[in-house]
């Protein structure tokens, strides 16, 4: 199993950034595959991003591909999601996720460890 803890939320102006970090417990992150999802005020969960277990894959949501970057790294048993020209849609409780699965995975039924979530919000 893996623990996991996500830091790096805030406030930031649109068109700004955030970096947020997902911490694993022990020495676990090379045998799971990583995502990232988020979930605004009174909407489901959303798929954001995702990272196969080398960091060799990765995959995004429509809605963030070329602003948002997913990368880890094992040694420090850390992911993270860069956020690059945020806007204010992007605004939600952004959670970190694990499964232990080969292949990228995009659902929420797919992930069976997730963090506690890091808020994020975004100012016009």
């Known amino acids: 199993q893996v623990q996991l803890v996500e830091s790096g939320g805030g406030l930031v102006q649109a068109g700004g950034s955030l970096r947020l970090s997902c911490a694993a417990s022990?020495?676990?992150?090379?045998?799971?595959?990583m995502g990232w999802f988020r979930q605004a005020p009174g909407k489901e969960r959303e798929f954001v991003s995702a990272?196969?277990?080398?960091?060799?894959?990765?995959y995004y949501a429509d809605s963030v591909k070329g602003r948002f970057t997913i990368s880890r790294d094992n040694a420090k048993n850390t992911v993270y999601l860069q956020m690059n020209s945020l806007k204010p849609e992007d605004t939600a409780v952004y959670y970190c996720?694990?499964?232990?699965?080969?292949?990228?995975?995009?659902?929420?039924?797919?992930?069976?460890?997730w963090g506690q979530g890091t808020q994020v919000t975004v100012s016009s």
């Open positions: 996720a694990a499964h232990p699965n080969r292949w990228i995975v995009t659902t929420v039924k797919g992930y069976d460890y």
């Open positions: 022990g020495r676990t992150t090379s045998s799971y595959a």
């Open positions: 990272i196969s277990r080398s960091g060799g894959n990765t």
